[in-house]
């Protein structure tokens, strides 16, 4: 049966969308190897990795790594989220201690602490405005942006009532403090690449 035969069957049988379903669909199709895939608002988004986008990434996990074990961490891998169809691949998620995964395996995004979301240029809309606002709503404590096209990062805290209510960003060069936060450390981004 073929990914369009699945969606007739569906509709014919009235069964509501779910991410599920729509993740499956994403694994039967030819996606092109080194794009990242996420489902944001019931959307299918896929990103092409490029090489900057992986040395922030890779520079944010080895800086984490003196606060939280490696099987704490992800790096685009599905979380579901709060709202209508959101399945989200966060570039770097760090997880509270004693966080185990759901029943299917997937991470929960209950136990979130952290969450960077580096830009692409196709999808940076998505990280300013609904994946912050999904993270908002969510709960997660400490959320930032790294921007390598402008050279500067967004650090969001202070989630409540579906929005952040604190905000700082600088450029590169500038350390992060997240020592008040549940991360309890300084991201240095002097050696963040720009685009």
């Keep these: 049966m073929t ?19 729509m993740f499956e669909w994403l694994e039967k199709m030819p996606v092109p190897e080194g794009y990242k895939t996420e489902i944001v608002g019931g959307h299918i988004f896929m990103t092409p ?3 900057t986008h992986f040395q922030i990434i890779f520079d944010l996990l080895e800086q984490l790594r003196a606060e939280y074990p490696r099987k704490r961490l992800a790096s685009d891998v599905r979380i579901d989220f709060p ?3 959101n399945g989200f691949a966060c570039d770097v998620a760090a997880f509270a201690d004693g966080s185990v995964k759901d029943s299917r395996g ?4 209950q136990d979130i602490e952290f969450i ?4 692409s240029r196709d999808t940076a809309a998505n990280d300013y405005g609904p994946k912050k ?9 400490v959320y930032l942006i790294v921007d390598p096209y402008t050279g500067e990062w967004h650090l969001h805290t202070l989630p409540k009532d579906g929005t952040y209510h604190a905000g700082l960003s600088f450029g590169f060069g500038e350390e992060i403090d997240l020592t008040r936060t549940a991360v309890g450390l300084v991201l240095k981004t002097d050696e963040f690449p720009r685009d």
């Design 116 to 119: 960077a979301e580096v830009i």
């Design 133 to 141: 606002d999904t993270y908002a709503s969510a709960g997660v404590p």
């Design 106 to 109: 997937h991470w929960r995004h």
């Design 3 to 21: 990914v369009l035969e699945d969606r007739i069957e569906m509709a014919e049988s009235g069964d509501e969308l779910t991410l599920d379903m």
């Design 49 to 51: 990795q490029r090489d």
């Design 83 to 85: 709202g209508r169809l």
